[in-house]
């Protein structure tokens, strides 16, 4: 699709248009509009999740509001449903499948989704594309999440009883009263267990029930674990060791599965990439690489989560066509040729599409967001667009200023609480702010005076 185009932050004389503004038209989630969306809503801490926490944000925690919020873009819907199958005992299945997407691309989401769908298969019947989707029965569920897991003192999990290591917890979740006594010895002296003990730890232990394995930061936790010795080894070596066999293990079973999260870059993965990379290879004979968000399909996921009901398809269809007029318009007076204004109606067709399935947002905010400050190690794909939009959408509603669409010409700036979560996304506030202040939104900004002097220039030569 072109790119020589207004896209880029370009807006319409809205009384040219008659367009009304969408703070008008589209109806806010409650919590975007009275902005107390918090930074725990959109960062699932999957530990908190499974333990059930109440601190966890509801949206979070219960599946039911879960999947109220969630929109199953199709890889997280063949995800689910394969998953699900393979808990029920059907062959063929890829059963150890590793998510390892950038920074903040909706690993922790799909976890949470596999954990709360194996849960309660029921609460997946609220998304109509779900309803046929495989039930499994009652499912022994086990979480590992890294970061919470301390790798010297581990967890105190009765009066009695301190699980020691990543085996151990494992076990004492899938049964505490069958599966944990299998690897009771060693997670007393933190050796891994084998093969044959992990087999029996995922069918005798479950008591013949499915097992879904969940781990969360495992590289976060190894790099804790280089520092527990073990006799002549590490822990860290031995939770490797474990790793790969319960890989192993899992992809030969008859109804088990398991997922991990692995990070992305270097920054993310404490600057350890060797560690990140072995990790890695561990799993590489058994394992399937997955993608949850891909192209447009955030756009569902904002609107699912930041406006209170899908916006009105004939309102949205208006204001794509609308707009594609106008654009339309522009590029035929620059096409030369039959042929290029061929291709002008076929990109305005395209455009008129990604209006309409985009609105009220703009898709040149959402193409920014993805193609140029993905580039920036810091933003979160999903939860920092998120995070960012919703700040938008509750400063317009609250203050005014909406437009048609919110693209990149229509952030509220100006706004200290949307600058400040502009440049916290992008890991920039502490370097840009003044900058913003001083020339751009500031009472006596650089830019202002500038304007105003062209302004004068205009005046006195007409």
Same mark, same amino acid.
């Given at each position: 699709?072109?790119?020589?185009?207004?896209?880029?932050?370009?807006?319409?004389?809205?009384?040219?248009?008659?367009?009304?503004?969408?703070?008008?038209?589209?109806?806010?989630?409650?919590?975007?509009?009275?902005?107390?969306?918090?930074?725990?809503?959109?960062?699932?801490? $999957?530990?908190?999740?499974?333990?059930?926490?109440?601190?966890?944000?509801?949206?979070?925690?219960?599946?039911?509001?879960?999947?109220?919020?969630?929109?199953?873009?199709?890889?997280?819907?063949?995800?689910?449903?394969?998953?699900?199958?393979?808990?029920?005992?059907?062959?063929?299945?890829?059963?150890?499948?590793?998510?390892?997407?950038?920074?903040?691309?909706?690993?922790?989401?799909?976890?949470?989704?596999?954990?709360?769908?194996?849960?309660?298969?029921?609460?997946?019947?609220?998304?109509?594309?779900?309803?046929?989707?495989?039930?499994?029965?009652?499912? &022994?569920?086990?979480?590992?999440?890294?970061?919470?897991?301390?790798?010297?003192?581990?967890?105190?999990?009765?009066?009695?009883?301190?699980?020691?290591?990543?085996?151990?917890?494992?076990?004492?979740?899938?049964?505490?009263?069958?599966?944990?006594?299998?690897?009771?010895?060693?997670?007393?002296?933190?050796? &891994?267990?084998?093969?044959?003990?992990?087999?029996?730890?995922?069918?005798?232990? &479950?008591?013949?029930?499915?097992?879904?394995?969940?781990?969360?930061?495992?590289?976060?936790?190894? %790099?804790?674990?280089?520092?527990?010795?073990?006799?002549?080894?590490?822990?860290?070596? +031995?939770?490797?060791?474990?790793?790969?066999?319960?890989?192993?293990?899992?992809?030969?079973?008859?109804?088990?599965?398991?997922?991990?999260?692995?990070?992305?870059?270097?920054?993310?993965?404490?600057?350890?990439?060797?560690?990140?990379?072995?990790?890695?290879?561990?799993?590489?004979?058994?394992?399937?690489?997955?993608?949850?968000?891909?192209?447009?399909?955030?756009?569902?996921?904002?609107?699912?989560?930041?406006?209170?009901?899908?916006?009105?398809? +004939?309102?949205?269809?208006?204001?794509? %066509?609308?707009?594609?007029?106008?654009?339309?318009?522009?590029?035929?007076?620059?096409?030369?040729?039959?042929?290029?204004?061929?291709?002008?109606?076929?990109?305005?067709?395209?455009?008129?599409?990604? $209006?309409?399935?985009?609105?009220?947002?703009?898709?040149?905010?959402?193409?920014?967001?993805? %193609?140029?400050?993905?580039?920036?190690?810091?933003?979160?794909?999903?939860?920092?667009?998120?995070?960012? $939009?919703?700040?938008?959408?509750?400063?317009?509603?609250?203050?005014?200023?909406?437009?048609?669409?919110?693209?990149?010409?229509?952030?509220?700036?100006?706004? &200290?609480?949307?600058?400040?979560? $502009?440049?916290?996304?992008?890991?920039?506030?502490?370097?840009?702010?003044?900058?913003?202040?001083?020339?751009?939104?500031?009472?006596?900004?650089?830019?202002?005076?500038?304007?105003?002097?062209?302004?004068?220039?205009?005046?006195?030569?007409?």
């Amino acid at each position: 699709m072109r790119t020589d185009t207004p896209l880029d932050g370009w807006r319409f004389d809205m009384t040219t248009l008659t367009l009304r503004p969408w703070s008008d038209l589209v109806p806010l989630h409650p919590d975007v509009e009275e902005g107390k969306l918090t930074e725990a809503v959109f960062a699932i801490d $999957l530990g908190a999740i499974a333990s059930g926490d109440p601190n966890t944000p509801i949206v979070n925690r219960d599946p039911d509001a879960f999947f109220r919020a969630t929109y199953l873009t199709t890889d997280l819907a063949r995800l689910l449903s394969e998953v699900l199958a393979a808990l029920s005992g059907q062959s063929g299945l890829d059963r150890v499948l590793k998510l390892r997407t950038p920074f903040g691309g909706g690993k922790s989401h799909t976890l949470a989704s596999l954990l709360h769908a194996a849960r309660k298969r029921s609460a997946l019947n609220l998304i109509p594309e779900a309803a046929g989707f495989p039930d499994p029965g009652p499912v &022994a569920t086990a979480v590992f999440d890294g970061e919470k897991f301390d790798a010297l003192q581990g967890k105190r999990v009765s009066p009695e009883v301190t699980v020691r290591t990543m085996w151990g917890w494992i076990a004492w979740q899938i049964d505490p009263e069958n599966a944990f006594p299998l690897v009771a010895d060693h997670d007393r002296d933190r050796v &891994a267990p084998g093969g044959d003990v992990i087999r029996s730890m995922l069918t005798e232990g &479950a008591s013949g029930r499915p097992v879904l394995i969940l781990l969360d930061e495992v590289l976060k936790y190894m %790099e804790r674990a280089s520092a527990v010795p073990v006799l002549e080894s590490t822990l860290q070596r +031995q939770a490797k060791d474990f790793f790969q066999n319960l890989t192993v293990e899992v992809a030969g079973s008859a109804k088990a599965a398991l997922a991990y999260s692995l990070t992305w870059s270097s920054r993310e993965s404490l600057g350890n990439v060797a560690l990140l990379e072995e990790i890695d290879k561990l799993a590489a004979r058994v394992d399937q690489q997955r993608e949850p968000v891909s192209g447009d399909e955030i756009l569902p996921i904002l609107q699912r989560r930041l406006l209170a009901r899908a916006p009105d398809p +004939q309102t949205a269809a208006e204001v794509a %066509e609308a707009f594609q007029d106008k654009i339309a318009s522009l590029w035929r007076a620059q096409a030369e040729g039959l042929a290029e204004r061929r291709h002008v109606d076929e990109d305005a067709n395209l455009l008129r599409e990604r $209006l309409k399935a985009a609105y009220p947002f703009h898709p040149a905010l959402i193409d920014l967001m993805q %193609e140029r400050w993905t580039a920036v190690e810091a933003f979160q794909r999903t939860r920092g667009a998120l995070r960012f $939009l919703a700040s938008c959408l509750h400063a317009l509603k609250k203050n005014g200023g909406a437009q048609a669409l919110l693209g990149p010409g229509d952030i509220p700036i100006k706004d &200290a609480e949307v600058r400040l979560k $502009l440049l916290k996304e992008l890991g920039a506030q502490n370097d840009y702010d003044p900058v913003i202040v001083a020339d751009i939104v500031g009472p006596n900004a650089r830019a202002r005076r500038i304007d105003d002097r062209l302004a004068a220039c205009r005046i006195m030569c007409i």
